[in-house]
């Protein structure tokens, strides 16, 4: 199932832990249209600027999955309305400022970054229906850090 032009329900639902440990990754109808919400509205937009394609590293995950990868229960991927998301041959800065400062979004954290090191860590960003937090955020060492720090 496409969830839009560029994106399906397979890539944001794939997870070698869900395989590995026989965990039913598999959304309901709310949570599809919440993913097509955020391919829609951010995806697709940033594949197009960028003009490349955009790797889901981590999507939805069911609320076990999102146990087992130790994940908090406030995290947006088992509601359909987050993804991991990286560009090959872009720096996540780049990704994660361009996302900022052009796109609707609920929350962008800036993960794992080591700076000089431009395709480390990747990008967290959700969207979801209603009002957008626009919550701006850099996870370094266990901690997280407003705004975003490279």
Not at 79 to 85: F, M, N, R, V
Not at 124 to 130: E, Q
Request: with cysteine.
């Amino acid at each position: 199932m496409q969830l839009s032009p560029n994106f399906s329900l397979a890539e944001f639902t794939a997870s070698a832990t869900a395989v590995a440990q026989r965990i039913d990754n598999t959304p309901n109808a709310a949570q599809i249209a919440a993913m097509r919400l955020l391919c829609v509205k951010v995806l697709e937009p940033l594949r197009a600027h960028f003009g490349r394609p955009v790797r889901i590293n981590s999507g939805f995950r069911s609320s076990r999955l999102n146990r087992a990868v130790g994940s908090t229960d406030s995290s947006q991927h088992p509601k359909g309305e987050a993804g991991d998301l990286e560009i090959v041959g872009i720096d996540n800065v780049t990704v994660a400022t361009f996302i900022r400062d052009h796109l609707p979004f609920d929350q962008l954290i800036l993960e794992n970054y080591t700076r000089g090191q431009p395709n480390s860590g990747w990008v967290h960003v959700s969207y979801r229906d209603g009002r957008l937090r626009k919550d701006v955020l850099t996870y370094s060492r266990r901690a997280y850090f407003k705004g975003l720090l490279a």
